[in-house]
């Protein structure tokens, strides 16, 4: 059971920041390197909004207030990272991906100047454990798993079950297409980036007590989410999900095995064994 556990809260970690990427990634194929500082600058934002907040409302709902100061601060980042970036390059995508490489150390050191290169440290505002059946689990774990959970369903209901998704994925599937049938590519594109940086923001603020906070928390962030999206198939959502829930497993029985060290080789050697064989990704489409 306390392996069970372990493996449904790793995977809500893995999943927490890789499903904003997923989005991007997936409908307007543009790599966006600054993704992990938008996790980053999350978590940032809890750390901010519980230090001076909470003496005065409570740990609690400082924390909860972080969620939309994340989402805003991200969601402002997403605008202006479209507007004078990716717009302006769409059809250079190797371009975008060095610009937003740049933007990555550009926010890094905004970050180190302003908080210091040392990790803070944000202390759980949900303290206590629960039992399940003989073992045990943090409840700021359970609440990250049940807001990443609501997380994922509500992002599936906005792509399968709303007119803003249908158009979402009309260009995800074939943009000229989509443009045909009188859909904004531009807009679209603007609203999947804001809602990505969005998604990175809020996973950063509720990863916050239990990952830790620093500068450089989002490069081994966005690894872990590429090599998810690309083994789950880009694009795909669901996709996303069992490629966390796949590597949640493994991680956490190597892990028990002792075998920690070797996590990031074989996750890259899963990695390549799967595109080797299936290159659209295990629930991805053929181009």
């Known amino acids: 059971m306390q392996i069970a556990l372990n493996i449904l809260s790793l995977t809500s970690f893995y999943m927490c920041f890789a499903l904003g990427l997923a989005l991007v990634f997936g409908v307007m194929r543009v790599i966006n390197f600054a993704h992990g500082e938008f996790y980053m ?34 969601g402002v980042l997403g605008v202006l990272l479209y507007l004078v970036v990716v717009r302006k390059l769409i059809d250079k995508p190797l371009t975008i991906f060095i610009a937003t490489l740049a933007l990555s150390y550009m926010l890094q050191v905004v970050v180190v100047e302003l908080f210091g ?59 000229r297409g989509a443009v045909l ?19 990175a923001g809020v996973s950063g603020a509720i990863m916050a007590p239990i990952g830790g906070i620093t500068p450089f928390m989002g490069a081994a962030a966005l690894w872990k989410a590429f090599i998810i999206i690309i083994v789950g198939g880009i694009g795909s959502i669901w996709g ?28 890259a050697v899963i990695m390549l064994g799967v595109l080797s064989v299936m290159p659209s990704g295990l629930f991805g489409e053929k181009e």
């Open 41 to 74: 600058i999350g978590a940032y934002s809890a750390f901010l909004c519980v230090s001076l907040i909470g003496p005065t409302t409570g740990a609690l709902p400082a924390y909860v207030m972080s969620f939309f100061a994340a989402a805003i601060v991200t």
């Open 181 to 199: 049938q009188g859909v904004s590519v531009d807009r679209v594109g603007m609203m999947t980036l804001v809602l990505g940086s969005m998604i």
């Open 117 to 175: 290169p040392v990790g803070r440290s944000l202390p759980s505002p949900i303290p206590g454990i629960v039992r399940i059946g003989g073992a045990i689990l943090p409840w700021s774990r359970v609440f990250v798993i049940v807001a990443i959970s609501a997380l994922t369903v509500g992002l599936w209901f906005l792509l399968m079950r709303s007119d803003i998704g249908r158009r979402v994925r009309a260009v995800a599937q074939n943009p």
């Open 240 to 267: 996303a999900v069992a490629a966390a829930l796949l590597f949640g497993a493994i991680d956490t029985f190597m892990t028990v095995a002792g075998a920690g060290r070797y996590l990031a080789l074989t996750n």
